[in-house]
């Protein structure tokens, strides 16, 4: 029998357990080696406990049908099991009845019953599954919260919560009766910005709310005296590995994403018929959405076929060139880069708002047209005349003679040490190497040792090597040691990682990756290799194995959508440019360190991010800065690109970097 207190009643779960409140829905579920809840906690410090009470505990939700929104809290009845307990709700003209059974594994059933004469209409149903997905500060992330993998794609749907430092055992979902087809954000906003995930709720279906999302959502309906059923069955896995192992898919892709004209082959489970068939072949630019049924089920994975990757560059940089420069300016700061809003066609200039300012991440479209002049590729004449006149803008508006780089134009923001490195880079690759150099010395006297901004090991060591060949073997020693010192500095703070512009992101641990693979490179004994390897697996916590080419092994980001896009939509991003600090981690990572097939699979992994990054560009060199994932964020229509083309061109930048990868 459970264990019973006055609030709560406890089941051993595996070698973990599940709490439950006197209302049947669950209040914790502890991780078997730590007895933390990979759960959000009520009444928390901070935001946590600000968003996080009962009404959005584990197992309560909502439903649209026939058209009229219903949610379900209290219930009828309770029921209480040995091993587990059952639950019954009145929802409009259906009745909800839960079971939850609790020992090895922790199975539910949600059984939706339709009493009525008349059939009903399932426009929504979502059940809360309130994962830590939560940035308290980068040691609270490592030792209690999760990354939650979430795929919604019919019948082979499944969540893998896994905890951040990718060492320790994940909790797996899978779905075992019915289908999901979406998942939902709640909880998001001003208040509780980028370092909380939200509410995650699982959906049957979205159609009410968001009926577009992944090609389509279906509209179930319950015919009079039936009962539509939904199975999920939760473990403890050891690792990613032996999660995938314990599914059966019954639709598999092992490539998602080619160049236009590509075959793509699928693997389809005995008895399920595929549409379209395998090898799939697009024959023009675009997602494709392959189905498989059997018996009444269905199941969806998603691919991408995209233009050859000159083409998709020469075009961006066209339209770059064209469209997304304030050419009515009346000094050298018409020759910068600015978002572009699709929607009216024109040029965004509101420097009030940072992340729409003509600096910062913008100096992307910068490198886009360095990285094509320095192939051949494109306009050589119109790519020299942007690219000077660029140089110009950097020089007499962003970058100071003494190497500061300025936030903004007007001078009217402290300099952001993310910038350093970006401007060096373009500085360097103008040929403008004593400025380069003057830009990376003030930034590490500005602070930059406690700062892991994007970018720095390469920049650094190629401005290093640009000044030894002129001869200034002392400046470059000094940069060396300025890196070496800051590797030193942030592996003695181990999991203490200093919060940046979000607590803790990927885009912290892709640049220590990257900075501690730039410092083995010139003193190999500095860096041990268990500490990349532990750091590694940080990394690879961020990302899941989700048949969609937007999900597949891209890290999670859940803010860009808010600060960089027109719409100012919170929620996960799939995939956001940053991912592809993540690829070049991977791309780079030295033979030796892993077993081969560990080092292949990174390799793939960096190559899909890749890929990914690639549904961002239109055939007409159109781009967005962010799709916003889930079906809905607060209520608001998601799942969708966002009507700004802003920061995107580094995936560009990084896919043409690595270009011998993408074949």
């Known amino acids: 029998m459970p264990d019973v207190e006055q609030t709560t009643r406890t089941f051993p779960f595996g070698a973990g357990a599940v ?75 259906l009745v909800l009845t839960l079971t939850r059974t609790v020992d090895d594994s922790w199975t539910e059933t949600h059984e939706l019953h339709n009493p009525g004469g008349q059939p009903v209409r399932i426009g929504s149903f979502a059940v809360s599954t309130p994962w830590r997905d939560l940035y308290g500060s980068a040691a609270d992330s490592l030792t209690r919260a999760v990354h939650a993998h979430l795929w919604t794609g019919g019948a082979d749907a499944w969540v893998w919560a896994v905890p951040m430092n990718g060492a320790d055992a994940g909790l797996g979902l899978v779905l075992t009766e019915g289908e999901l087809w979406a998942y939902s954000v709640q909880s998001r906003d001003a208040h509780t910005s980028s370092n909380l995930r939200g509410h995650l709720y699982l959906h049957l279906t979205d159609h009410a709310r968001s009926p577009h999302t992944l090609g389509g959502q279906p509209e179930p309906e319950v015919g009079p005296g039936q009962t539509l059923r939904l199975t999920w069955r939760c473990r403890w896995y050891a690792d990613a590995e032996a999660f995938a192992a314990d599914r059966s898919p019954a639709l598999e892709a092992p490539v998602l994403s080619a160049e236009v004209g590509t075959p793509m082959e699928l693997r389809v489970a005995d008895g399920w018929t595929a549409t379209p068939p395998s090898p799939v072949v697009a024959d023009r630019p675009g997602l494709v959405h392959v189905d498989a049924t059997r018996d009444g089920r269905r199941t ?220 083995r490179r010139i003193a190999p004994d500095r860096v041990p290799d268990e500490a990349l390897r532990e750091r590694l697996r940080w990394l690879r916590a961020f990302a899941g194995d989700q048949p969609d080419v937007r999900l597949r092994s891209v890290p999670i980001r859940h803010w860009d959508g808010y600060w960089f896009g027109g719409d100012r939509l919170w929620g996960d991003v799939f995939p956001h440019y940053w991912s592809i600090l993540s690829a070049g981690v991977m791309l780079d990572w030295p033979d030796g360190l892993l077993p081969e097939e560990e080092t292949a699979a990174l390799r793939r992994a960096g190559t899909e991010v890749l890929r990914a990054n690639l549904t961002g560009f239109g055939e007409d060199g159109s781009a967005t800065c962010a799709f916003v994932y889930p079906s809905c964020v607060n209520g608001a229509p998601a799942h969708r690109a966002d009507p700004l083309a802003n920061d995107q061109d580094w995936a560009l930048v990084y896919a043409l970097r690595h270009a011998d990868r993408l074949g």
């Open 19 to 93: 709490e439950m409140a006197e209302d049947g829905s669950v209040r914790a579920v502890r991780h078997p080696s730590t007895g933390h809840s990979v759960l959000l906690v009520e009444d928390a410090d901070g935001v946590e406990g600000m968003v996080h009470g009962p009404a959005h505990r584990w197992g309560k939700g909502f439903a649209v049908l026939d058209g009229l929104g219903h949610r379900f809290d209290a219930p009828a009845e309770v029921d209480w099991r040995a091993d587990g307990v059952r639950v019954r709700h009145r929802l409009g003209p």
């Open 300 to 519: 969806r994975v998603v691919l991408h076929a995209h233009p050859p990757l000159r083409q998709l560059a020469e075009r961006r940089a066209s339209f770059l060139v064209e469209r997304q420069r304030p050419l009515e300016r009346g000094d050298s700061r018409r020759w910068a880069f600015v978002p572009y809003d699709h929607r009216s066609q024109l040029t965004v200039l509101d420097l009030a708002w940072s992340d729409w300012s003509d600096t910062r991440e913008r100096v992307g479209s910068a490198l886009l047209l360095q990285e094509l002049r320095r192939r051949g590729w494109g306009e050589a004449a119109v790519l020299d005349e942007a690219l000077a006149g660029y140089l110009r803008f950097v020089t007499e508006h962003v970058v100071t003679p003494d190497g500061t780089v300025r936030d903004d134009t007007d001078g009217r923001r402290r300099p952001r040490l993310y910038n350093f490195p970006w401007f060096a880079r373009f500085l360097l690759d103008a040929g403008e190497l004593d400025l380069a150099a003057a830009v990376m010395s003030t930034y590490y006297r500005s602070g930059g040792g406690r700062f892991l901004a994007f970018e720095l090991g390469p920049v650094v060591r190629d401005v290093g090597a640009a000044l030894r060949r002129h001869g200034r073997d002392a400046e470059a020693d000094e940069l060396d040691a300025h890196l070496v010192a800051q590797a030193a500095t942030f592996l003695e703070l181990g999991a203490e990682l200093p919060g940046h512009e979000v607590n803790y992101e990927q885009s912290m641990v892709a640049p220590l990756l990257d900075l501690l693979l730039s410092v």
